[in-house]
Protein backbone atom coordinates (compact mmCIF):
# COMPACT_ATOMS: atom_id res chain seq x y z
CA UNK A 1 0.00 0.00 0.00
CA UNK A 2 1.86 3.54 -1.01
CA UNK A 3 1.14 6.15 1.27
CA UNK A 4 -1.72 8.13 -1.29
CA UNK A 5 -3.61 5.20 -0.67
CA UNK A 6 -3.12 4.89 3.12
CA UNK A 7 -3.86 8.60 3.50
CA UNK A 8 -7.13 8.08 1.29
CA UNK A 9 -8.00 4.82 3.55
CA UNK A 10 -7.53 6.77 6.53
CA UNK A 11 -9.55 9.89 5.81
CA UNK A 12 -12.23 7.57 4.22
CA UNK A 13 -12.48 6.64 7.86
CA UNK A 14 -13.40 9.81 9.70
CA UNK A 15 -16.33 10.89 7.14
CA UNK A 16 -18.76 11.81 9.47
CA UNK A 17 -21.68 14.40 10.22
CA UNK A 18 -21.42 17.31 11.16
CA UNK A 19 -23.80 17.13 14.49
CA UNK A 20 -21.65 15.44 16.53
CA UNK A 21 -20.08 17.67 19.61
CA UNK A 22 -17.09 19.19 19.90
CA UNK A 23 -15.22 16.63 21.92
CA UNK A 24 -15.53 13.64 19.30
CA UNK A 25 -14.34 16.30 16.43
CA UNK A 26 -11.69 17.02 18.83
CA UNK A 27 -10.48 13.08 18.69
CA UNK A 28 -11.26 13.25 15.01
CA UNK A 29 -8.59 16.24 14.54
CA UNK A 30 -6.22 14.50 16.69
CA UNK A 31 -6.41 11.22 14.26
CA UNK A 32 -6.36 13.40 10.73
CA UNK A 33 -3.10 15.04 12.33
CA UNK A 34 -1.69 11.82 12.94
CA UNK A 35 -2.54 10.89 9.85
CA UNK A 36 -0.91 13.62 7.62
CA UNK A 37 2.02 13.53 9.81
CA UNK A 38 2.59 9.58 9.40
CA UNK A 39 2.15 10.38 5.44
CA UNK A 40 4.40 13.34 5.72
CA UNK A 41 7.26 11.29 7.65
CA UNK A 42 6.61 7.45 6.49
CA UNK A 43 9.41 6.26 8.67
CA UNK A 44 7.43 6.81 11.88
CA UNK A 45 4.78 4.71 10.23
CA UNK A 46 5.54 1.52 11.68
CA UNK A 47 2.69 -0.22 12.52
CA UNK A 48 0.50 3.00 12.72
CA UNK A 49 -2.11 2.81 9.79
CA UNK A 50 -3.49 -0.94 11.93
CA UNK A 51 -3.60 1.44 14.96
CA UNK A 52 -5.03 4.28 13.36
CA UNK A 53 -7.89 1.99 11.76
CA UNK A 54 -8.48 0.21 15.08
CA UNK A 55 -9.37 3.90 16.46
CA UNK A 56 -11.21 5.13 13.68
CA UNK A 57 -13.34 1.87 14.04
CA UNK A 58 -14.02 2.64 17.85
CA UNK A 59 -14.84 6.12 16.64
CA UNK A 60 -17.15 4.98 14.17
CA UNK A 61 -18.94 2.89 16.90
CA UNK A 62 -19.39 5.42 19.08
CA UNK A 63 -20.84 8.35 16.56
CA UNK A 64 -23.24 5.08 15.66
CA UNK A 65 -24.40 4.87 19.31
CA UNK A 66 -25.01 8.75 19.48
CA UNK A 67 -26.84 9.02 16.69
CA UNK A 68 -28.93 5.61 17.84
CA UNK A 69 -29.13 7.86 20.74
CA UNK A 70 -30.29 11.00 19.33
CA UNK A 71 -32.69 9.25 17.28
CA UNK A 72 -34.67 7.74 21.26
CA UNK A 73 -35.13 11.21 22.32
CA UNK A 74 -38.30 12.27 22.42
CA UNK A 75 -39.15 14.82 19.66
CA UNK A 76 -41.93 17.33 20.54
CA UNK A 77 -43.39 19.96 17.79
CA UNK A 78 -44.88 23.08 19.63
CA UNK A 79 -47.36 25.05 18.10
CA UNK A 80 -45.74 27.37 16.93
CA UNK A 81 -43.98 24.59 15.21
CA UNK A 82 -40.81 24.24 16.72
CA UNK A 83 -39.23 20.97 17.34
CA UNK A 84 -37.55 20.12 20.35
CA UNK A 85 -35.31 17.06 21.20
CA UNK A 86 -35.43 16.47 24.74
CA UNK A 87 -32.10 15.07 26.04
CA UNK A 88 -33.35 15.12 29.19
CA UNK A 89 -35.87 16.86 31.59
CA UNK A 90 -36.33 19.90 32.42
CA UNK A 91 -35.78 21.36 35.89
CA UNK A 92 -36.17 24.74 36.01
CA UNK A 93 -39.61 26.05 34.76
CA UNK A 94 -41.61 29.20 34.41
CA UNK A 95 -44.77 29.14 33.60
CA UNK A 96 -46.52 31.98 31.95
CA UNK A 97 -49.80 30.51 31.56
CA UNK A 98 -52.37 29.37 34.42
CA UNK A 99 -53.19 26.15 32.37
CA UNK A 100 -49.84 25.39 32.17
CA UNK A 101 -49.25 25.76 35.59
CA UNK A 102 -52.17 23.78 36.97
CA UNK A 103 -50.86 21.11 35.03
CA UNK A 104 -47.32 20.81 36.12
CA UNK A 105 -48.80 20.80 40.14
CA UNK A 106 -50.80 18.12 39.28
CA UNK A 107 -47.96 16.01 37.47
CA UNK A 108 -46.04 16.40 40.59
CA UNK A 109 -43.91 18.97 40.06
CA UNK A 110 -43.46 21.61 42.15
CA UNK A 111 -40.19 21.60 42.79
CA UNK A 112 -39.20 22.43 39.33
CA UNK A 113 -41.56 25.37 38.82
CA UNK A 114 -39.40 28.38 39.33
CA UNK A 115 -41.77 30.74 38.48
CA UNK A 116 -45.68 31.33 37.59
CA UNK A 117 -47.26 34.23 36.15
CA UNK A 118 -48.65 36.81 38.33
CA UNK A 119 -52.02 35.93 40.26
CA UNK A 120 -51.76 32.45 39.97
CA UNK A 121 -53.79 31.11 42.94
CA UNK A 122 -54.92 27.64 41.51
CA UNK A 123 -53.35 25.14 43.40
CA UNK A 124 -52.79 26.85 46.50
CA UNK A 125 -48.93 25.89 46.00
CA UNK A 126 -49.02 28.38 43.26
CA UNK A 127 -49.74 31.44 45.17
CA UNK A 128 -45.61 30.81 46.98
CA UNK A 129 -44.00 30.87 43.75
CA UNK A 130 -42.28 34.14 42.29
CA UNK A 131 -44.11 36.01 39.50
CA UNK A 132 -43.13 36.40 35.95
CA UNK A 133 -44.39 38.51 33.20
CA UNK A 134 -44.04 38.63 29.70
CA UNK A 135 -44.20 42.77 30.66
CA UNK A 136 -41.13 41.97 32.45
CA UNK A 137 -37.93 42.88 30.76
CA UNK A 138 -35.70 39.39 29.68
CA UNK A 139 -32.86 40.05 32.62
CA UNK A 140 -35.61 39.08 34.94
CA UNK A 141 -35.85 36.05 33.48
CA UNK A 142 -32.61 35.40 33.26
CA UNK A 143 -31.25 35.73 36.66
CA UNK A 144 -33.28 32.93 37.53
CA UNK A 145 -31.72 30.62 35.31
CA UNK A 146 -34.69 28.52 33.98
CA UNK A 147 -34.33 26.36 31.34
CA UNK A 148 -37.28 26.08 29.70
CA UNK A 149 -40.08 29.23 29.84
CA UNK A 150 -43.74 27.84 28.50
CA UNK A 151 -45.46 30.12 26.97
CA UNK A 152 -48.92 30.12 24.63
CA UNK A 153 -49.11 31.64 21.29
CA UNK A 154 -50.77 34.58 22.37
CA UNK A 155 -47.94 35.28 24.09
CA UNK A 156 -45.72 34.81 21.22
CA UNK A 157 -47.53 37.17 18.94
CA UNK A 158 -47.45 40.14 21.38
CA UNK A 159 -43.84 39.87 22.78
CA UNK A 160 -41.63 38.48 19.91
CA UNK A 161 -38.83 40.04 21.47
CA UNK A 162 -38.81 38.60 24.70
CA UNK A 163 -38.75 35.40 23.48
CA UNK A 164 -36.45 36.13 21.07
CA UNK A 165 -34.01 37.19 23.42
CA UNK A 166 -34.23 33.88 25.58
CA UNK A 167 -34.07 31.63 23.00
CA UNK A 168 -30.78 33.46 22.12
CA UNK A 169 -29.37 33.13 25.75
CA UNK A 170 -29.67 29.47 25.01
CA UNK A 171 -33.15 28.85 26.95
CA UNK A 172 -36.10 26.91 25.50
CA UNK A 173 -39.05 28.24 25.19
CA UNK A 174 -42.14 26.30 24.37
CA UNK A 175 -45.22 27.42 23.54
CA UNK A 176 -48.82 25.18 23.73
CA UNK A 177 -52.31 25.57 23.50
CA UNK A 178 -54.70 23.21 22.72
CA UNK A 179 -57.70 23.70 20.97
CA UNK A 180 -60.28 20.80 21.38
CA UNK A 181 -60.16 17.88 24.15
CA UNK A 182 -58.33 15.61 21.38
CA UNK A 183 -55.33 18.10 21.62
CA UNK A 184 -55.74 18.49 25.28
CA UNK A 185 -54.79 14.92 26.12
CA UNK A 186 -51.59 15.06 23.85
CA UNK A 187 -50.60 18.51 25.45
CA UNK A 188 -50.73 16.57 28.79
CA UNK A 189 -48.29 14.04 26.91
CA UNK A 190 -46.11 16.55 25.80
CA UNK A 191 -45.71 17.95 29.00
CA UNK A 192 -44.78 14.76 30.75
CA UNK A 193 -42.26 13.88 28.39
CA UNK A 194 -40.45 17.53 28.62
CA UNK A 195 -40.60 17.02 32.65
CA UNK A 196 -39.55 13.56 32.44
CA UNK A 197 -43.29 12.87 33.98
CA UNK A 198 -44.41 10.69 31.15
CA UNK A 199 -46.17 7.69 32.84
CA UNK A 200 -47.48 10.44 35.49
CA UNK A 201 -49.07 12.04 32.29
CA UNK A 202 -50.58 9.03 30.73
CA UNK A 203 -52.22 8.04 34.05
CA UNK A 204 -53.80 11.56 33.78
CA UNK A 205 -55.17 11.12 30.52
CA UNK A 206 -56.68 7.72 31.20
CA UNK A 207 -58.23 8.70 34.09
CA UNK A 208 -59.12 11.55 32.49
CA UNK A 209 -61.13 9.13 29.95
CA UNK A 210 -62.52 7.00 32.68
CA UNK A 211 -63.93 9.17 34.39
CA UNK A 212 -65.70 10.78 30.81
CA UNK A 213 -67.32 7.48 30.00
CA UNK A 214 -68.69 7.55 32.96
CA UNK A 215 -70.76 10.87 33.21
CA UNK A 216 -72.05 9.95 29.70
CA UNK A 217 -72.91 6.66 30.71
CA UNK A 218 -75.19 8.39 33.34
CA UNK A 219 -77.51 9.81 30.51
CA UNK A 220 -77.00 7.36 27.95
CA UNK A 221 -80.51 6.50 28.48
CA UNK A 222 -82.38 9.70 27.49
CA UNK A 223 -83.57 10.33 24.37
CA UNK A 224 -82.97 13.54 22.58
CA UNK A 225 -86.07 14.72 23.00
CA UNK A 226 -85.26 14.35 26.79
CA UNK A 227 -82.28 16.50 26.87
CA UNK A 228 -81.40 19.63 28.20
CA UNK A 229 -81.16 22.31 25.33
CA UNK A 230 -78.52 24.82 26.30
CA UNK A 231 -77.54 28.20 25.11
CA UNK A 232 -73.88 28.34 26.44
CA UNK A 233 -73.01 32.41 27.00
CA UNK A 234 -68.92 32.94 26.48
CA UNK A 235 -68.94 36.36 26.62
CA UNK A 236 -72.02 38.36 27.51
CA UNK A 237 -71.41 41.97 26.85
CA UNK A 238 -70.32 40.94 22.87
CA UNK A 239 -73.10 38.12 22.93
CA UNK A 240 -70.60 35.13 21.91
CA UNK A 241 -70.71 31.94 22.46
CA UNK A 242 -68.54 28.61 21.79
CA UNK A 243 -68.11 26.65 18.68
CA UNK A 244 -68.32 23.26 18.15
CA UNK A 245 -65.32 21.83 19.16
CA UNK A 246 -64.82 23.82 21.83
CA UNK A 247 -63.37 22.63 24.91
CA UNK A 248 -66.45 24.18 26.66
CA UNK A 249 -68.84 22.22 24.80
CA UNK A 250 -67.47 18.95 25.31
CA UNK A 251 -67.91 19.64 28.78
CA UNK A 252 -71.62 20.36 28.06
CA UNK A 253 -72.20 17.34 25.55
CA UNK A 254 -70.27 15.02 28.12
CA UNK A 255 -73.06 16.27 30.22
CA UNK A 256 -75.62 15.50 28.36
CA UNK A 257 -76.87 18.71 26.95
CA UNK A 258 -77.86 19.53 23.84
CA UNK A 259 -76.48 22.79 22.43
CA UNK A 260 -78.84 25.19 20.65
CA UNK A 261 -76.32 27.31 19.15
CA UNK A 262 -74.38 24.92 17.08
CA UNK A 263 -74.18 26.88 14.32
CA UNK A 264 -72.22 29.35 15.49
CA UNK A 265 -68.94 30.10 13.90
CA UNK A 266 -65.18 30.98 15.26
CA UNK A 267 -63.92 34.37 14.42
CA UNK A 268 -60.28 34.50 14.36
CA UNK A 269 -59.69 30.87 14.61
CA UNK A 270 -60.41 30.99 18.27
CA UNK A 271 -63.07 28.32 20.19
CA UNK A 272 -65.73 31.31 20.18
CA UNK A 273 -67.89 33.01 17.86
CA UNK A 274 -70.22 35.82 17.89
CA UNK A 275 -73.68 34.93 18.00
CA UNK A 276 -75.51 38.15 18.63
CA UNK A 277 -79.27 38.69 20.83
CA UNK A 278 -81.31 38.69 17.47
CA UNK A 279 -80.27 34.94 16.86
CA UNK A 280 -80.11 34.19 20.81
CA UNK A 281 -83.90 35.28 20.70
CA UNK A 282 -84.90 33.43 17.52
CA UNK A 283 -84.21 30.40 19.56
CA UNK A 284 -85.57 31.63 22.86
CA UNK A 285 -88.49 28.82 23.15
CA UNK A 286 -85.85 26.33 22.65
CA UNK A 287 -83.52 27.24 25.74
CA UNK A 288 -84.17 25.10 28.60
CA UNK A 289 -81.12 26.08 30.67
CA UNK A 290 -79.02 29.64 29.97
CA UNK A 291 -75.62 28.72 31.18
CA UNK A 292 -72.79 31.49 31.09
CA UNK A 293 -69.25 31.33 32.65
CA UNK A 294 -67.67 33.32 34.16
CA UNK A 295 -64.52 34.76 34.54
CA UNK A 296 -61.33 37.08 33.10
CA UNK A 297 -63.30 36.49 29.67
CA UNK A 298 -66.79 37.25 31.23
CA UNK A 299 -67.74 39.21 33.97
CA UNK A 300 -71.30 38.37 34.18
CA UNK A 301 -74.18 37.44 36.50
CA UNK A 302 -78.02 36.23 36.96
CA UNK A 303 -79.05 39.60 37.61
CA UNK A 304 -77.00 41.07 34.61
CA UNK A 305 -78.13 38.27 32.06
CA UNK A 306 -81.96 38.28 33.55
CA UNK A 307 -82.03 41.94 33.13
CA UNK A 308 -80.75 41.95 29.56
CA UNK A 309 -83.47 43.80 27.36
CA UNK A 310 -85.16 41.02 25.15
CA UNK A 311 -84.21 38.11 27.41
CA UNK A 312 -87.40 38.10 29.10
CA UNK A 313 -89.11 35.46 26.29
CA UNK A 314 -86.53 33.13 26.58
CA UNK A 315 -87.60 30.34 28.33
CA UNK A 316 -85.00 29.69 30.53
CA UNK A 317 -84.89 33.05 31.79
CA UNK A 318 -88.85 33.37 32.58
CA UNK A 319 -88.15 30.20 34.42
CA UNK A 320 -85.51 31.19 36.59
CA UNK A 321 -83.49 28.86 34.37
CA UNK A 322 -80.01 30.93 34.58
CA UNK A 323 -77.08 29.28 35.62
CA UNK A 324 -72.90 30.40 36.10
CA UNK A 325 -70.16 28.20 35.87
CA UNK A 326 -66.53 28.68 36.62
CA UNK A 327 -64.40 29.49 33.69
CA UNK A 328 -61.37 27.71 34.91
CA UNK A 329 -63.27 24.69 35.19
CA UNK A 330 -64.83 24.18 31.73
CA UNK A 331 -62.22 26.27 29.29
CA UNK A 332 -59.01 25.64 30.49
CA UNK A 333 -57.36 22.54 29.32
CA UNK A 334 -57.23 21.42 32.92
CA UNK A 335 -57.76 18.17 35.00
CA UNK A 336 -60.17 20.66 36.43
CA UNK A 337 -62.67 20.00 33.58
CA UNK A 338 -64.02 17.04 35.38
CA UNK A 339 -65.66 19.73 38.28
CA UNK A 340 -66.87 21.98 35.28
CA UNK A 341 -68.77 18.06 33.81
CA UNK A 342 -70.51 17.25 37.16
CA UNK A 343 -71.32 20.97 37.35
CA UNK A 344 -72.71 21.04 34.26
CA UNK A 345 -74.68 18.17 35.04
CA UNK A 346 -75.82 18.70 38.13
CA UNK A 347 -77.74 21.70 36.84
CA UNK A 348 -79.04 19.61 33.67
CA UNK A 349 -79.75 16.39 35.53
CA UNK A 350 -79.57 16.41 38.84
CA UNK A 351 -81.28 12.64 39.95
CA UNK A 352 -78.42 11.12 37.60
CA UNK A 353 -75.67 12.84 38.41
CA UNK A 354 -76.44 12.49 42.28
CA UNK A 355 -75.26 8.98 41.48
CA UNK A 356 -71.74 10.42 41.87
CA UNK A 357 -70.22 9.07 44.83
CA UNK A 358 -68.89 12.40 46.49
CA UNK A 359 -72.23 14.18 45.44
CA UNK A 360 -74.40 14.45 48.45
CA UNK A 361 -77.25 16.20 47.20
CA UNK A 362 -78.01 18.27 44.02
CA UNK A 363 -77.20 21.76 43.80
CA UNK A 364 -80.01 22.90 41.02
CA UNK A 365 -82.27 25.73 42.33
CA UNK A 366 -80.31 26.65 45.47
CA UNK A 367 -77.51 28.04 44.06
CA UNK A 368 -77.28 29.62 40.48
CA UNK A 369 -73.74 31.06 41.21
Given at each position: MNRYNRFEKQVRCYKIKVGMNFALLLKIFVIIFSALLLNTYPELSYGAADSC??????????????????QTLPLITDSSGRKIDV???????ISLYGAHTENLFYLGLDKEIIGVAPKESYPEQAKLKPWFS???GPEKFLAASPDLVLVRPMIERGYPSLIDRLEKSGITVVSLQPANVEEM????KTLGLLTGRKEESLTMVEEFKKRVNHYESLTAHLEDAQR????????????????????????LKTAGGINVADDAESSRGSNIGNYGKERILSRASEIDVFLAQKGVMNHTSVEIIKNEPGFGIIKAVKNGQIYIVDEMTVSRPCFRLL??????????????FRQLPEKKESTRG???E
Amino acid sequence: MNRYNRFEKQVRCYKIKVGMNFALLLKIFVIIFSALLLNTYPELSYGAADSCDDQSNILLDKVKSEEAMLQTLPLITDSSGRKIDVASPFKRIISLYGAHTENLFYLGLDKEIIGVAPKESYPEQAKLKPWFSYHDGPEKFLAASPDLVLVRPMIERGYPSLIDRLEKSGITVVSLQPANVEEMLEYWKTLGLLTGRKEESLTMVEEFKKRVNHYESLTAHLEDAQRQKVYFEAIHSKMKTFTPGSIALFALKTAGGINVADDAESSRGSNIGNYGKERILSRASEIDVFLAQKGVMNHTSVEIIKNEPGFGIIKAVKNGQIYIVDEMTVSRPCFRLLQGIERIGEILYPEQFRQLPEKKESTRGKNNE
